[in-house]
């Protein structure tokens, strides 16, 4: 997961920044005979004597501050500045422990001749504070009780409402109270209403809006307007860890009220008659076993995932299967060169909506109902294996991994050149027969996101694949981390049909391959 501290200023000290001749007269205010707010290079630098005498522990440390009356508060962590009845307040987030950010403000009484002045420096301060991201977001909330083993609403109304209420977001909070409700929320939602759908959570319930907005007969155009976001408040929280860079709720909370609109690509899969969207990953074998077959130990919390995996790989278990695949990219130096590429081809926020980001070639940028979901190019599970695939037996299969994001857990960079938008899914296979040995080094690799450059690890960008198991009548398939039936399914990828909020506005929040 991204390491950096969103509490440190990376300019020069507040003293040099103060000296410094490159800032305008009015980007020092004067407020009262003991403080000043200065607008610097990255932070709002706060001089007040009164911090010396209230605040001697400096926030535990955690501020960087040159002296005892100084503070310097990153914009990034500034969530709203107003003034009102003559008194100046600023609200910002503050870091009360390593991982965790309360909301807090500060107020300061203003002359009447300043008045004028004091609001220009507001609109300056706040366009440092948000940037490209949009101010005051329009929430609708969806709070799972019974996530986080039952902890969620807690962490709400604590971690998350405090931040939005200050950053002037406004709320309209849902608790979800079975499995698919919030399909139905989404499917009805009033989408010129809201602007983001934030789930308090696991990946379950972001799952669930996708599919809900996927059903609607404005698919495309509830997709695109609509932010699916993820507050981490469950057992799995791969989606916030990729977009917020974190599994702390009120990390999470911060990075979405500075989010920018980034186009994800999402992937239709068809088994039987349903057609499902995923937005994270889909897995058969090891992987699917590993996190579906101990649900009945999620008191292990994260080790339960370990405990699987270890089971079945010292029984080498193998998944025959048949499986066909449209590769696009098929080699491991290709790929690494196309993820810089990528990282590099950087379009800002403004430019990017709409159906520009449907690939050139897709027949759902020119055919189709403009409506609904993009036709489907590959037809689906049921049709005729479409021209240029060709069925293979894979009879020591290992592992089957499908995904569309980075991190699958906090801990798990699993699909390192994974990209948000880049029309691709990143596909794994490991054959089950490896030596233990190998298969250990390949799950120590997780943590340090080298699994990629592991030998025996079948690495390619695909656009589509078939995968029929075969020699088991019952199994487990994970579909971004649910359970669906053991049997064939067919998947292809929508280049930029959802949407999501990033904190780079183009990048996932995992380290790339080398």
Known sequence: MATDNPFVDPATSFEEAGRGSSFAIDATLAVGRNASLTLGTDSLIVLDEAFEKRDRSNCCGLWPSGTANTRAIPFYNVLWAELKDSELTLSYASPSAKSVVKAATLKYPIEYQMVELVNKWILRLLDRAYGQSQRKKRAKVLVNPHSGKGSAEKWYYRDVEPLLKAAQCSIDMTKTRHSGEAVEIAERLDIEAYDIVASCSGDG????????????????????????????????????????????????????????????DLISITQGETRTLSFLSQAVGIVAESDLATEHLRWMGAQRFTYGFLVRLLGKTV??????????????????????????????????????????????????????????????????????????????????????????????NFFSPALPNDGYMDLVCVNGDISRLTAM??????????????????????????????????????????RVPFAPFQAEVHRGLGTVLTKSGHMYEAPGPV
Request: with cysteine; aromatic share 10%.
């Open 441 to 482: 080094n390949m799950m120590f690799s997780l943590e340090s996101g080298k699994l990629y450059e592991m030998p025996g690890v079948w690495y390619r960008k695909v656009l589509g694949y078939r995968i029929i198991p075969k020699d088991q009548e019952d199994g487990y398939i994970s579909i971004d981390g649910e």
């Open 205 to 264: 319930l972001p799952h669930e809006v996708f599919n809900g907005l996927g059903k609607r007969p404005d698919a495309k155009k509830a997709l695109s307007k609509i932010a699916v976001v993820h507050i981490p408040c469950g057992s799995g929280n791969a989606m916030s860890c990729n977009l917020n860079g974190t599994d702390s709720a009120s990390l999470a909370t911060l990075a979405i009220i500075k989010g920018l609109p980034t186009p994800l």
């Open 319 to 412: 998944y025959p299967c048949d499986i066909a695949v449209k590769v696009a990219i098929d080699d491991k130096n290709s790929i690494v060169e196309h993820y810089k590429r990528e990282k590099t081809n950087f379009e800002p926020a403004s430019e990017r909506r709409g159906y520009k980001y449907l690939l050139d070639d897709d027949a759902s940028a020119t055919s189709g109902n403009e409506d609904g979901l993009p036709p489907l190019r590959y037809g689906t599970v049921n049709d005729k294996l479409p021209e240029g695939w060709e069925l293979v037996p894979y009879d020591k299969l290992g592992n089957f991994y499908c995904g569309n994001m980075a991190y699958m857990a906090s801990d798990a």
